[in-house]
Every structure is written in structure tokens, then in C-alpha cells.
């Protein structure tokens, strides 16, 4: 695609179901990946509605994103559900992009960081993290360069205690809380916001 054929970073479209394969077309022979809003944990089973890993890994995606703060929010996801759509994804070949984040009750406790200890997980290996403020996203609150670098930097420091530097300076770290034209130069800027989530 003309707009990012010279890009100087991964760029990743997800998209609904329903427009992966004309997504899959389209960006044929270019740089630009194509990954799933969403995966569900079991292979095959009674699961109406639900699309599996296996199903997304036929159609040629190569990424996903699992626990989306509107996923949390609206449709139930837990730190379990996320973590078992995350292995599924994982045990089909797919690169997971993994959002944490919380909600404004938390952050106003002043439990941030225990927040996101919980809920960044130990497969590593294929996982891009996004740090998705809930409380930033469609409320018309929106954080700060230095306060969104200072989570990212809180899971880089958490993955390094777990993992070791190198993993932690290895890992992709996004930060997906309302970023845009305006003020993308300013928070990728920040020495821990690898990259964007964008909606």
C-alpha cells in the first residue's frame, strides 16, 4: 500500500470477521500484516457465534488482539478468558497483540501497577503488549505523555524482573489509549511507547 510501503515499522490492519479475507486480498504482496480483533480459547466445541485460532490461522492472519479494554468492559473478558485465548492463539501459530489496562476505580485507588502485574502474562514469545488504559478510552480523559510512558515503563520493569533485561528491551510495548494525529508525535516520543494501538 502506497501510504506505508516505506514505513520504518511493523503495520498491522485488524479487522472485523467479515472483512478479513477481503483485507487478506488486498494486502497481498505488500508490507502491511492483517490480524483478528479477537480469538476464542477452544479449537471446535459448542461455541455459537465464536471464531477459534485454527479458523483464523486457515484464512492466512498472522496476528490478533486478545483482552481489548471493550472486550473487558462490555462482553465479560477476565484476566482467565484472556489468557486462555491468548494460549490458544499462541498453540495455532498466531502473533498475539496482548492489551492491559485499568479502569479509572483503579487508578484513582492508586493500584495501577498491581493491576497490570496481574494481568501480563508469561507467554512472551509472539506477544506485543498494549497498555490500554480503560478509563481513556471514549470518556474524553486522556493521558498524558509522561503518564502512559509510565506504565509502559512499569511492564517493561515487571517483564524484566520476571524474564531478564534483554526479553524486556525485546518486547514491543504500544500504547493504545485514544492515540491520533495530534498527539502520536508526542507519546511515541516516549522512551517505552514502542508503537501504536490505533482504532
Not at 104 to 113: F, H, M, P, S, V
Request: hydrophobic content about 40%; charged content about 25%; aromatic content about 6%.
Amino acid at each position: 500500500l502506497p501510504l506505508v510501503k516505506e514505513a520504518g515499522c511493523e503495520v498491522v490492519i485488524c479487522t472485523p470477521y467479515t472483512n478479513l479475507e477481503t483485507a487478506l486480498a488486498l494486502t497481498e504482496g505488500t508490507n502491511v500484516k492483517v490480524g483478528a480483533e479477537n480469538c476464542h480459547w477452544a479449537e471446535s466445541g459448542a461455541f455459537t457465534g465464536e471464531i477459534s485460532a485454527p479458523m483464523l490461522k486457515e484464512l492466512g492472519v498472522q496476528y490478533v488482539i486478545i483482552g481489548h479494554s471493550e472486550r473487558r468492559q462490555y462482553f465479560g473478558e477476565t484476566d482467565e478468558t484472556v489468557a486462555k485465548r491468548v494460549r490458544a492463539a499462541l498453540e495455532s501459530g498466531l502473533e498475539v497483540i496482548l492489551c492491559v489496562g485499568e479502569t479509572l476505580e483503579q487508578r484513582e485507588a492508586d493500584i495501577t501497577g498491581e493491576t497490570i502485574a496481574i494481568q501480563v502474562k508469561k507467554e512472551l514469545r509472539h506477544i506485543i503488549i498494549a497498555y490500554e488504559p480503560v478509563w481513556a478510552i471514549g470518556t474524553g480523559k486522556t493521558a498524558t505523555d509522561e503518564q502512559a510512558n509510565e506504565v509502559n515503563h512499569m511492564i517493561r520493569a515487571l517483564l524484566g524482573k520476571l524474564y531478564g533485561e534483554d526479553a524486556a528491551e525485546a518486547t514491543t510495548i504500544q500504547y493504545g489509549g485514544s492515540m491520533n494525529a495530534k498527539n502520536a508525535a508526542g507519546l511515541l516520543a516516549q522512551p517505552d511507547i514502542d508503537g501504536g494501538l490505533i482504532g
